[in-house]
């Protein structure tokens, strides 16, 4: 995929956490308004972000593909492995949540099919990502470190980016625009990962320039989506505006073929249903899918005949299988991008925001207004009614609360 639809998905799946999050949370993953707010600073670095595995890391021979093949010669034993085998029903089982592609493939044939991958391997990349940014909000700064649990405890119960902490121990290691801009980087692996051409071992050149598809089939079929997303100037946006991004992502350039009406994305959390907690098998069977959709929507191969017949080109796609069927493919599969990006973003984050414990109890009383460790014992003298329960100080500071000059010290009265 090329540079304006990596930046609409990232900003899309953006917007979509934002929608669906109900009171701070999407299904059990909670301050989902935490994240969005994190990513809502650094908005402006789409464009740049979630271009960079092209522009900077330039991994796309390896990194950005999956390649799968069912020829039996170069599978060998696998083509006996059930492992290799991953029907309809087992991948409907897997991936949970709302899947357009894999939908559009229930009665294909090719499912049933023994494939393997030998090429490439973005699940990999994808799941190194994911660990790093988990690692990152560990170790990041304010405001994040404060939704992390108890071991932080002594670290964090002052503000840290505003006391400039030198200490490197204590200070802030990771920024939250370096988390962005990894979650960026990371919805442009998740993305290519449902581009079915990255999945399919049929479209590389190889030795003795052996190459079953036209080598100009892929880069036309992205040149073509390219049309239907906006351009930098709309893309690279300045300050966080949720009016903006609703502009951005929902007002599509007018020739544009993605039908946000037709092929909604989940208005609930329903939709994107965690498959499990294993984000690399889950970018195993997107690639899955995404090989079977190749395999069905590319069926006719490079052969002499075929270069003869002028096939090699994305118009010559759409004027051989019809208009509607290139509509359809391409809602389904950026529609499934653009789930898959918001799914695996709030998973890395449901990791991270395990609940908080509660450290902090405050004493509500007008006369007291005090917060206090969970295990000081003056709060065996505040009445039931008047205790609010904290995970931070910051945020009992900000409700106007003063620490206990004995469990915490540093009163302000
Ligand atoms: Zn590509
Ligand atoms: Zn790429
Ligand atoms: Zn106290």
């Known amino acids: 995929m090329k540079r304006a639809a990596h930046g609409w998905i990232a900003l899309r799946a953006y917007k979509l956490i934002d929608d669906i999050s109900v009171n701070g949370r999407i299904g059990n993953v909670r301050h989902t308004d935490k994240l969005i707010e994190l990513l809502s600073y650094y908005l402006s670095g789409v464009w740049d972000g979630a271009w960079i595995p092209d522009s900077l890391i330039c991994d796309m021979k390896y990194g950005h593909i999956f390649k799968q ?20 029903k087992e991948l409907k089982s897997i991936l949970k949540g709302k899947r357009l592609c894999l939908e559009r493939l229930k009665k294909e044939e090719v499912l049933n099919e023994h494939y393997w991958s ?36 002594e670290a964090y119960e002052g503000d840290l980016s505003a006391a400039g902490v030198k200490n490197l121990s204590l200070s ?37 320039k052996i190459r079953p598809m036209s080598p100009r089939l892929h880069p036309s079929i992205e040149e073509e989506w390219e049309k239907s997303f906006p351009k930098e100037k709309m893309l690279g946006i300045g300050k966080y505006s949720k009016d903006s991004v609703d502009d951005i992502v929902l007002n ?67 004027k051989r299988k019809g208009k509607e069927e290139f509509i359809d493919v391409t809602n389904q599969i950026f529609h499934d991008a653009v789930e898959s990006v918001a799914r695996i973003w709030l998973l890395v984050w449901g990791k991270f925001i395990k609940k908080p414990k509660i450290l902090f109890i405050a004493n509500k009383d007008k006369y007291h207004m005090e917060v206090h460790q969970d295990t000081c014992p003056w709060l065996g003298l505040v009445k039931k009614s008047n205790k609010i329960r904290f995970t931070n100080l910051i945020d009992a500071h900000k409700q106007g609360f003063d620490n206990c000059a004995h469990c915490i010290g540093g009163s302000k009265r």
């Open 69 to 88: 093949t069912n020829d039996p010669k170069i599978l060998g034993s696998k083509s006996k492995d059930k492992r290799s085998q991953a029907p309809y």
């Open 118 to 153: 030998e090429e490439g391997h973005l699940p990999d990349r994808v799941i190194a990502l994911t660990h790093t940014v988990s690692d990152m909000l560990k170790l990041g700064d304010f405001p994040l470190a404060f939704y992390l649990r108890e071991q932080r405890r």
């Open 172 to 208: 802030p290691t990771f920024s939250a625009r370096q988390i962005a801009t990894t979650l960026f980087m990371l919805s442009h692996y998740i993305a290519d990962a449902h581009m079915p051409l990255h999945c399919d071992y049929r479209d590389y050149s190889r030795r003795n």
């Open 252 to 318: 599509l350039p007018k020739n544009s073929i993605i039908e946000t009406d037709k092929y909604k994305l989940s208005a609930s959390a329903a939709g994107l249903k965690k498959s499990n907690d294993n984000v690399w098998e889950e970018m195993v069977n997107i690639c899955r899918v995404s090989y079977a959709l190749s395999r069905t929507w590319i069926d006719k191969e490079n052969t002499k005949e075929n270069q003869e017949a002028g096939y090699d080109d994305v118009r010559e796609l759409i």
